[in-house]
C-alpha cells in the first residue's frame, strides 16, 4: 500500500505556552485512506492539520507528503467569491493549480456532478444554500486532483439536518474518487459515517487509539467513553 502521508514527531510549541501543544506526533496515512481525527476541544487537532498543510511552521519533527505539490485544503467557512457562478468557483481550483494552461470542460463537468451541483453551475454563491456552498468548497479544492484533501471541520457550521446529508455525500465521494483524506472533526457519528479510520487525539499525547470503522463494528457510545475515561475524573467536552 502506497504512503500518502508520514508525519514524525512532530513538535510545536506556541509562543507564550507553557507545554507543547504538539508533542512528538507521529502518522502515517496511505493512499486511498479516509482519516478522521476526534479529541477533545483545544487538544491540537487543528494545530496537526495545519501542520501537515504547511500553514504551521513545526518546532522539530517532519512531514512528508508524496506529491507535495497536489494537496488541498477546506476549512469551516466556505471561502469563495460570491460574484462568482458555482462552476467558475469550482474552474478557480484547476486554474490556480497551473493546469498546463487549460481547463479541461469534460473533466470539471463530470466533477459538477459527482458533487451533485449539476443544474446549480450558473448560479452565484449568494444564490445557493450553505450546504450548497460546501459542496462548492470541496469541488473546488477537488479541482486540482489532489494526493491529499486535508478538512478542517468542515460542516460544522451547517444544521443537523444539512451536515448529515453531507456526511453520507462525502463518503460517496471518498468511495467515487478514491480521495485520500485528513479530516478534523467534534462529531463522533459523523466520524464513524466518514472515515475508514478514526484517530483519538490527546493533548500532549498524540494519537492514543485508532478504530476502523469499514473493518469492525464501532459503536459511537464506544468512542463517547473513550472521551470520558481519557479525560479521567474530570470533565471532558467535546
Ligand atoms: N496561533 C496560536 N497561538 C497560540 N496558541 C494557539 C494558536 N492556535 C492554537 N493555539 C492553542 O493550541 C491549543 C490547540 O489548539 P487547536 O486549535 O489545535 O486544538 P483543536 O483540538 O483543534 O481544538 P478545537 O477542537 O476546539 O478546534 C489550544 O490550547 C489553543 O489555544
Redo the contacts with the bound molecule.
Keep these: 500500500m502506497a504512503r500518502t502521508l508520514t508525519v514524525e514527531n512532530a513538535v510545536k510549541t506556541?509562543?507564550?505556552?507553557q507545554t507543547p501543544?504538539l508533542n512528538g506526533v507521529s502518522l502515517e496515512l496511505n493512499s486511498g485512506e479516509a482519516l478522521v481525527i476526534l479529541?477533545?476541544?483545544?487538544?491540537?487537532?487543528?494545530?496537526?492539520l495545519r501542520a501537515v498543510a504547511g500553514l504551521e511552521e513545526l518546532d522539530s519533527g517532519t512531514v512528508e507528503i508524496a506529491d507535495h505539490g497536489r494537496l488541498a485544503v477546506v476549512f469551516q467557512q466556505a471561502a469563495l467569491f460570491p460574484w462568482l457562478t458555482v462552476r467558475q468557483n469550482i474552474e478557480l481550483g484547476a486554474r490556480y493549480k497551473r493546469n498546463r494552461g487549460r481547463v479541461q470542460k469534460d473533466r470539471i463537468d463530470s466533477l459538477i456532478a459527482k458533487l451533485g451541483l449539476t443544474g446549480l453551475e450558473n448560479r452565484k454563491i449568494s444564490e445557493i444554500s450553505g450546504g450548497q456552498a460546501q459542496r462548492v468548497s470541496i469541488g473546488r479544492a477537488l479541482a486540482i486532483n489532489p494526493s491529499l484533501l486535508l478538512l478542517d471541520?468542515p460542516f460544522s457550521a451547517l444544521d443537523p439536518a444539512t451536515r448529515e446529508e453531507l456526511q453520507g455525500w462525502l463518503r460517496n465521494l471518498i468511495d467515487e474518487l478514491h480521495l485520500t483524506m485528513l479530516m478534523?472533526s467534534?462529531d463522533i457519528s459523523e466520524a464513524v459515517t466518514v472515515a475508514d479510520r478514526i484517530g483519538y487525539?490527546e493533548a500532549h499525547k498524540g494519537f492514543t487509539r485508532f478504530w476502523s470503522p469499514r473493518q469492525e463494528e464501532v459503536s459511537e457510545t464506544e468512542i463517547l467513553d473513550y472521551y470520558r475515561n481519557a479525560a479521567g475524573q474530570g470533565s471532558y467536552v467535546i
Excluded: D, I, N, R
Design positions: 506556541y509562543p507564550g505556552a501543544t479529541g477533545q476541544t483545544g487538544s491540537g487537532k487543528s494545530t496537526l471541520e478534523v467534534h487525539f
